[in-house]
C-alpha cells in the first residue's frame, strides 16, 4: 500500500460506517438518519474528489489486504474505476436525498438506509477492485446487500420478486465464481491491467480461454441483465423508486455491465478477446438484447416496467461498446456508462414522483401530469429526449461514438441495430411525453398529496432538476475536458495506445 | 515443560471443573466461567510454544510409545483446540440465561447436570485433539460419546430420550467397531502410536479389513450418509447450546481422527477408490442434507440437516487432498471449511434457541415479523447463512475456493460442480428461513423478550465465521507445523 | 499348540462380535440390544487377548492385557449408561422398543412441535 492508498478504504468506510450505525437507530430518529445518511454520502463525495485531484495529477492509489493464499484483497484507481466510482458516488448522493423524501413515514427505515448504505459500498468496492477475486467479493455482497432493499415492502409480490431476484442472482454468482477459480488455475492471481493479463495464455488454452469467457459473460450477464438473463429486472420493480432507481442506474445493471467491461478490457484486452473470435458473440447478444429491450418496452404499461426493460435495452449499449474492436466504440460503450446513468436515474426519480404525488403507476394515467408537475415532467422530457439520442443531449454523443465505432469496425449492421433502437426509444417515450404536455388531466388524480406550493417534495424535487442538467451538460459540453467523455477518452486511449 | 503444563490444564482442567461442578450444583456456573477461562489461558500457551518452538510432544508419566501414552500439539491440534475453545466459550457465555426463565426444579435440575456434563465434554474433546495413539483416541471418542449423549437427554422429554437411545445405539457398535480395528492394527504392527504407524504401515488384508472398519466406525460417529439418520433427531431435540456443541464440535472428532488415521499413519492405504468413494458419499450428503433441510417445517430440524449436509463437504476433502498436486490447497480448504462451520452452525443454533424462547415454537411459517423483534438474532443468522452459502468474504467462501481451485488443478472437476451445486442449495434454504426477516405482519403473540447476551453471543459467531475468511492466513499458517508428510509437509 | 490356540481365539472373537452384531441389528426390544452391545464388546476383547498370545513361546504381551481392562472399564459405564437411558424411556413413554424398528429411515423423531427442549 502506497502512502495515499488510505483514501480507497476510507471511500469504501464512509458507507459502510454510515450503514452500520444506521441500523441500530431507532425507527424515530429521523433527523439523526438523515443528516447521518447525508453526511455519508457528503464525506464519500469529498473522497472521491480529493481521489479524482489525485489521478489527474499522476498520483497512483492501491491498498491490498492479506486474503485467500497467494491472493489478496486488493483496491485500486485506475481510469476504469474512476469513471464508475465517481459516477455512484455522485448519484449516491443525490439518490439519498431522494430516498429520504420518498419514504417519509414509511416504516423500517432504518433497516432500509443500513442495507441502502452497504448496497452502495459494495459498489464501490466493485468499482475500486483491482483484482478479479476482490471484484467477486464485492460483487457477491452487493447481491446480499440489494436483496432487503428489492424485498423492503414485505408484500407476498415484493417476497417473489426477491426471491426470483435471489435465484438469479446467486446462480450467476456462482457461475462467477467458477470462471474466476478456473481462470486463476491457468493464470495465477489476476490483477486488472490495461490491454487485459491472459495474453501468454492463448497459444496453449484457446479453447479453454473461449469456455472461460461464456462463463464470465454468463456470471456478469445475469445483473447486466443480457438477454435471457434479464429476467429478474422487470419482476424487482416490486421495489420502492429509490431502489428501482439505484438498482438500474448506479448499483446492479451497472456493476454488471462494468464488469463485463472490466473483463473484456482489463482481463481479456480487447484484441485478445477479438483474436479469439469471441467479440463477436458477445456484439450479436447486445444487439439482440438492445432490440428485445425496446420491443418489450413498447407493450408496458405500468412505467416502472417500462423504464426497467428499457433499462435492459441501454445497458447493452455499454456491452456492444466493449463488443467492437476499437477506440471509438469503446469510447461510446464507456461514455454511456455515465450518461445512460444520469438519465435513466432522473428518468425513475420521475416515476417515483409521479408514484408518491399523484398515485399514478401507469402511462395511460400519466395524461396532463405536465400541467401538474412542470418541473418533474420537465426533467423527465430531457433524460427521455436523451434517451432517444436526441442531440445536443448525452445520449446523442453515445450513439455518435458508437455508430462511428461500429462503422470504422467493418460491423454495419450494429449501425442499423443502433438506428432501430433510437426508433423504437422514440417509439415508447414520446406517447409519454405527448401524453404529459399535451393532453388534458382527469378531474382526479388516483392519489393525490399535497406538498404547499411545490409541486411535490423539495427532496424529490431536487434531485431529478440535478440530474436533467447533467444530462443536458454531458451532452453540450461533452468536448470540454471536464466532461465524462474527456475522461473515457483517456481510457480509451490506454487501452489501445502504443 | 510449559507445552506439557499447557496440555495437562487444558485436559484436567475442564475435567476438574466437571468435577466440581457435580458436586457442588450450585456453584456450576461459576466453576464453568474459571474452567474456560483456565482452559482458553492453556490454549493461548500452548499456541505460543507451537509457533515459536513448533510441535510439541509429551509423555504422560514419562513413558513413550508403543508403551506410554503421548500427547502431542501440533498445528491441527491447536487449530481444534482453538475452535473447541472458542464455541465451548460462547455456550458457557450462552447457557446461563438461557436455562434460567425454565420454572421450578425441572430448570433447576436441568441446569445443575448441564455444567459437569459440559465440562466433561469440553475436557473429552481437548484430551481427543491431543492424543497420538489410536486407542487414546478409543478411550477419548468413548468419553466424548457419553456426555453428548446425555446432554442431549438433558431435555427429558419424549423425542429427546428416543433420539438420545438411537444416539447411543449408533454411537456404541461405532465405537467398537473401531476398537476391533485397533485390535487388529495391534496385531499387525506391534504398535497404535500414530508416528510409529507411519514407519511400519504396509498394504495388507489385515490391514484393509483393520482401516474399514475403524472408517466404518467413524463415519457413523461423524454422520455422514448413509449413517446419518440418527444426528437430526438428536441435534434437533436437544437444548440449544447442547445443539451447537453437538453440531460444531461432537461430529468433528471423529472426523479429526479419520483425518489422522489417513493422512498420517495409513497413507500408503489411500487408494484412489477409497478416497473417491469417501467423497462420493460426502457429495451425496450435501445433496440429500440440503434437500430435506428444504423440507423440514421444525427451525432446528433445518439447522440439523444443515449440518448433515455441510459435513458433506468435509469428506470432499479426501479426492482432493490425496491428490499430491493441490493436496496442500485441499487440506487447507477443508480444514478452513470446518472452522467455518462450527462458527456458523452455533450462531444458527444459538439463533434458534433464541426464537424458541421468544415465541414458544420454531415452525418456520410462523416466523414472519419476529425478527422484527429479534433484529440481532436476525442478523447473526444471515451473516451465518452467508458462510454456510460460501458467499464472499465469509470463511465458508474462503474454504469453498480451495477446495475447488484443488479441483480444478487435479482435473477431478465433477466435485467442483459438487461445490458449487451445495452452495446454492444451502444458499436456498437459508433464505428460506430469512425471508420470513422482511415479510410485514402483526404479530399475533406478544414475544418474551431476551436477555442481550443471548442474541449478541449468536451475533459474534456469526461475524467471526464471516470475518476468518478475511484473517485466514494465521490459521492456515498454523497448519503447517507437524503437518502430514503426504502432503508435502515435515511430518512429526 | 500356542499358534493353533491363539487363531482359534481370534477367529471366535471375530465370530461372537458378528453374532452380537447381528443381534444388535435384528433384535427390537432394547434390553437384549444393550445385552448385543455387550456381547461385542466381549468378541472385542477376545479378539485382543487372543492377540496377546501370539508372541508364541514367549511370555504373552501385557499391552493388549491394558487395552482390554481399560476397554472393560468403558464398556461397563457404557452399559450403565444405556440401561439408565433405557429404565428413563420406559418410564416416560413406556415403550421397550425404539420406534421404528432397529434401524430406522431418514425421518424418524421429526415430528412433533418442540415448546421448550
Not at chain 2, 63 to 83: F, N, Y
Not at chain 3, 82 to 95: E, F, I, K, M, N
Amino acid at each position: 500500500m502506497n502512502v495515499h492508498g488510505w483514501i480507497l478504504p476510507g471511500i469504501l468506510l464512509s458507507s459502510f460506517l454510515t450503514g452500520m450505525v444506521i441500523f441500530f437507530l431507532s425507527e424515530e430518529s429521523h433527523r439523526l438518519r438523515t443528516w447521518l445518511n447525508l453526511l455519508g454520502a457528503g464525506v464519500k463525495l469529498i473522497l472521491v474528489g480529493a481521489l479524482l485531484q489525485g489521478i489527474y495529477h499522476g498520483q497512483g492509489y492501491s491498498l491490498e489486504l492479506d486474503f485467500l493464499p497467494g491472493i489478496p484483497l486488493a483496491l485500486g484507481a485506475d481510469a476504469n474505476s474512476v469513471l464508475f466510482v465517481t459516477l455512484s458516488t455522485f448519484l449516491w448522493f443525490w439518490t439519498t436525498l431522494y430516498a429520504v423524501g420518498y419514504l417519509e413515514d414509511s416504516p423500517h427505515r432504518s433497516r432500509f438506509f443500513g442495507f441502502f448504505s452497504l448496497c452502495v459500498t459494495a459498489t464501490t468496492g466493485i468499482a475500486l477492485a483491482a483484482n478479479l477475486v476482490t471484484f467477486l467479493v464485492f460483487y457477491e455482497l452487493l447481491t446480499v446487500s440489494t436483496y432487503p432493499l428489492v424485498v423492503h415492502r414485505g408484500t407476498p409480490e415484493a417476497m417473489r420478486g426477491g426471491r426470483i431476484y435471489l435465484a438469479y442472482t446467486l446462480g450467476g454468482g456462482v457461475v462467477l465464481l467458477l470462471a474466476v477459480a478456473w481462470l486463476h488455475q491457468l493464470a495465477g492471481p489476476v490483477m486488472f491491467r490495461e490491454r487485459g493479463v491472459i495474453e501468454g495464455l492463448v497459444a496453449a488454452h484457446r479453447g479453454e480461454l473461449r469456455v472461460l469467457f461464456l462463463l464470465f459473460m454468463l456470471g456478469i450477464g445475469v445483473k447486466a441483465a443480457l438477454v435471457p438473463l434479464h429476467g429478474w429486472l422487470p419482476k424487482a420493480m416490486v421495489a420502492p423508486a429509490p431502489v428501482s432507481s439505484l438498482l438500474h442506474a448506479v448499483a446492479v445493471v451497472k456493476a454488471g455491465a462494468f464488469g463485463i467491461v472490466r473483463i473484456v478490457y482489463d482481463v481479456y484486452g480487447v484484441e485478445t478477446a477479438a483474436r479469439l473470435g469471441v467479440l463477436a458473440p458477445l456484439a450479436f447478444v447486445a444487439g439482440a438484447t438492445i432490440l428485445y429491450g425496446s420491443v418489450l418496452a413498447l407493450f408496458q404499461d405500468e412505467l416502472k416496467k417500462r423504464l426497467a426493460y428499457s433499462t435492459v435495452s441501454q445497458v447493452s449499449y455499454i456491452v456492444l461498446g466493449a463488443a467492437i474492436l476499437g477506440p471509438l466504440a469503446t469510447i461510446g460503450g464507456l461514455v454511456h456508462l455515465v450518461h445512460q446513468g444520469i438519465m435513466k436515474i432522473t428518468l425513475f426519480f420521475g416515476a417515483g414522483n409521479y408514484a408518491e404525488t399523484l398515485g399514478v403507476h401507469r402511462v395511460s394515467e400519466l395524461n396532463g401530469v405536465g400541467r401538474r408537475m412542470p418541473l418533474t415532467t420537465a426533467a423527465f422530457t430531457i433524460a427521455a429526449l436523451g434517451m432517444i439520442g436526441v442531440p445536443p443531449l448525452a445520449g446523442y454523443i453515445t450513439k455518435w461514438y458508437l455508430k462511428k465505432g461500429a462503422i470504422t469496425a467493418g460491423a454495419e449492421w450494429v449501425a442499423l441495430v443502433l438506428a432501430l433502437s433510437s426508433l423504437l426509444n422514440a417509439a415508447y417515450f414520446l406517447p409519454i411525453l405527448y401524453r404529459a404536455w399535451f393532453k388534458d388531466p382527469p378531474a382526479h388524480w388516483p392519489h393525490e398529496h399535497c406538498f404547499g406550493r411545490l409541486e411535490t417534495h423539495w427532496m424529490l424535487l431536487a434531485a431529478p432538476l440535478v440530474t436533467a442538467a447533467l444530462v443536458v451538460w454531458a451532452g453540450v459540453f461533452a468536448e470540454s475536458s471536464f466532461s465524462p467523455l474527456a475522461w473515457v477518452k483517456l481510457i480509451a486511449a490506454r487501452e489501445y495506445g502504443p | 515443560m510449559t507445552a506439557s503444563w499447557a496440555m495437562a490444564v487444558l485436559v484436567l482442567g475442564p475435567l476438574g471443573g466437571a468435577a466440581g461442578a457435580f458436586a457442588f450444583p450450585k456453584g456450576g456456573r461459576r466453576l464453568a466461567g474459571v474452567a474456560a477461562v483456565t482452559a482458553v489461558l492453556a490454549l493461548l500457551v500452548l499456541a505460543r510454544e507451537v509457533v515459536t518452538n513448533g510441535v510439541q510432544l509429551h509423555r504422560v508419566g514419562g513413558w513413550s510409545a508403543p508403551l506410554g501414552i503421548d500427547l502431542r500439539g501440533d498445528g491441527l491440534a491447536v487449530l481444534m483446540l482453538a475452535i473447541t475453545a472458542l464455541i465451548a466459550g460462547a455456550v458457557t457465555l450462552y447457557a446461563p440465561p438461557y436455562f434460567l426463565p425454565l420454572a421450578g426444579a425441572e430448570s433447576r435440575d436441568r441446569e445443575r447436570w448441564f455444567w459437569p456434563l459440559f465440562l466433561f465434554l469440553w475436557s473429552a474433546l481437548n484430551a481427543l485433539f491431543l492424543s497420538r495413539d489410536i486407542f487414546n483416541l478409543y478411550v477419548t471418542l468413548e468419553l466424548l460419546g457419553f456426555a453428548a449423549v446425555t446432554l442431549v437427554a438433558l431435555a427429558g422429554k419424549r423425542e429427546a430420550l428416543t433420539a438420545t437411545m438411537r444416539y447411543l445405539l449408533v454411537s456404541l457398535p461405532a465405537s467398537l467397531f473401531y476398537l476391533m480395528g485397533v485390535a487388529l492394527v495391534y496385531g499387525q504392527c506391534a504398535t497404535v502410536d500414530l508416528s510409529l504407524l507411519a514407519a511400519k504401515a504396509e498394504r495388507g488384508p489385515v490391514l484393509w479389513v483393520a482401516l474399514a472398519l475403524m472408517t466404518g466406525g467413524l463415519v457413523a460417529k461423524a454422520a455422514l450418509f448413509p449413517l446419518h439418520f440418527w444426528l437430526p433427531p438428536a441435534h434437533a431435540s436437544a437444548p440449544a447450546p447442547v445443539s451447537a456443541l453437538l453440531s460444531a464440535l461432537v461430529v468433528k472428532g471423529p472426523y479429526y481422527i479419520l483425518l489422522r488415521l489417513w493422512f498420517e499413519a495409513f497413507p500408503a492405504l489411500m487408494t484412489p477408490a477409497v478416497a473417491q468413494g469417501l467423497g462420493a458419499l460426502g457429495a451425496v450428503a450435501i445433496v440429500w442434507g440440503s434437500i430435506h433441510a428444504l423440507m423440514q417445517a421444525r427451525l432446528k430440524l433445518l439447522v440439523a440437516y444443515s449440518t448433515v449436509a455441510q459435513l458433506g463437504y468435509l469428506f470432499l476433502l479426501f479426492p482432493l487432498a490425496a491428490v499430491r498436486e493441490g493436496g496442500w490447497l485441499a487440506w487447507n480448504g477443508g480444514l478452513l471449511f470446518l472452522a467455518a462451520h462450527a462458527c456458523a452452525k452455533t450462531a444458527l443454533f444459538l439463533t434458534a434457541g433464541n426464537i424458541l424462547q421468544a415465541a414458544g415454537h420454531d415452525r418456520i411459517k410462523g416466523l414472519d415479523g419476529m425478527t422484527q423483534v429479534l433484529p440481532v438474532s436476525a442478523f447473526a443468522f444471515g451473516l451465518a447463512g452467508l458462510s454456510l452459502a460460501g458467499l464472499p468474504p465469509s470463511s465458508g467462501f474462503a474454504g469453498k475456493w480451495l477446495l475447488l481451485s484443488a479441483s480444478l488443478a487435479q482435473g477431478q472437476w465433477w466435485w467442483a460442480a459438487v461445490i458449487l451445486g451445495g452452495s446454492l442449495l444451502a444458499a436456498a434454504y437459508v433464505m428460506r428461513v430469512l425471508s420470513h426477516a422482511f415479510t410485514q405482519v402483526a404479530l399475533a403473540t406478544k414475544p418474551r423478550p431476551l436477555p442481550a447476551v443471548q442474541e449478541w453471543t449468536a451475533l459474534v459467531l456469526a461475524a467471526l465465521a464471516v470475518g476468518l475468511g478475511l484473517a485466514a492466513q494465521g490459521p492456515l499458517d498454523l497448519l503447517r507445523l507437524g503437518a502430514p508428510v503426504v502432503l508435502g509437509g515435515a511430518g512429526p | 499348540m500356542v499358534e493353533t490356540g491363539f487363531t482359534v481365539y481370534l477367529l471366535a472373537g471375530a465370530g461372537v462380535f458378528i453374532i452380537g452384531f447381528h443381534a444388535l441389528l435384528a433384535q427390537a426390544h432394547l434390553l437384549r440390544r444393550i445385552m448385543a452391545l455387550n456381547v461385542m464388546g466381549s468378541g472385542v476383547f477376545m479378539v485382543f487377548i487372543a492377540l496377546s498370545a501370539r508372541t508364541a513361546g514367549e511370555a504373552p504381551d501385557p499391552v493388549p492385557h491394558a487395552m482390554v481392562l481399560t476397554g472393560i472399564v468403558v464398556s461397563v459405564c457404557a452399559t450403565g449408561l444405556a440401561l439408565a437411558l433405557a429404565d428413563r424411556l420406559q418410564s416416560v413413554t413406556g415403550a421397550t422398543e425404539l420406534e421404528g424398528g432397529p434401524a430406522p429411515g431418514p425421518n424418524a423423531g421429526s415430528g412433533g412441535e418442540e415448546s421448550h427442549p
